[in-house]
T-cell receptor, first 112, second 112 residues
């Protein structure tokens, strides 16, 4: 059964601090993994995409890593800002699937 | 800059009313999706379409219906709204089922 587990479920950090969010998945077949950011009341927005052969991908202060062998990914946020407060959703994708599955993700709150 | 548009952004209606939630995209994507999401929860796929005149039900049972007469337009209709339909409805499109999804801003529906 395809599954995605993200940790922690929620996280509170102070503005300016770094944090790392974790994702373990068992999706098969697997071809890529995306991290999405979802602000409250809005649709998810794609942050990064990595194919199974890539190990890391950056988008500004966001850096994602992927280990396809252990089926683990992480999202590192550097120098957090108040606007980083959102849910971060790990979404693995692969051929033969009719649509992507979006979990509830990790809820990040950045406090001043 | 949004390439996928949902209207209305917010809607409060009475029980028993018929409503249509609009979704349009300008990217020429064949694949379109409707997800339903309650606050803090995962997204549930309720309908998807792989092209004109192609529609399928998703994972979550829904009393809504959809149509796909034009590539750019994927409206969702509730024939008789009930309080249990109160939720956020998110429309998305993509080039492939496992590729990157572009989401609209969502419609927040409240049935009283």
């Amino acid at each position: 059964k395809n599954q995605v587990e993200q940790s922690p479920q929620s996280l509170i950090i102070l503005e300016g601090k770094n944090c790392t969010l974790q994702c373990n998945y068992t999706v098969s077949p697997f071809s890529n993994l995306r991290w999405y950011k979802q602000d409250t009341g809005r649709g998810p927005v794609s942050l990064t995409i990595m194919t199974f052969s890539e190990n890391t991908k950056s988008n500004g202060r966001y850096t994602a890593t992927l280990d396809a062998d252990t089926k683990q990914s992480s999202l590192h946020i550097t120098a957090s800002q108040l606007s980083d407060s959102a849910s971060y959703i790990c979404v693995p994708g692969g051929p033969g699937r009719r649509a992507l599955t979006f979990g509830s993700g990790t809820r990040l709150q950045v406090q001043p | 800059e949004a390439d996928i548009y949902q209207t209305p952004r917010y809607l409060v209606i009475g029980t028993g009313k018929k409503i249509t939630l609009e979704c349009s995209q300008t990217m020429g994507h064949d694949k379109m999706y409707w997800y339903q999401q309650d606050p803090g929860m995962e997204l549930h796929l309720i309908h998807y379409s792989y092209g004109v005149n192609s529609t399928e039900k998703g994972d979550l049972s829904s009393e809504s219906t959809v149509s796909r007469i034009r590539t750019e337009h994927f409206p969702l209709t509730l024939e008789s709204a009930r309080p249990s339909h109160t939720s956020q409805y998110l429309c998305a499109s993509s080039e492939s089922p496992s590729g990157g999804y572009t989401f609209g801003s969502g419609t927040r529906l409240t049935v009283v």
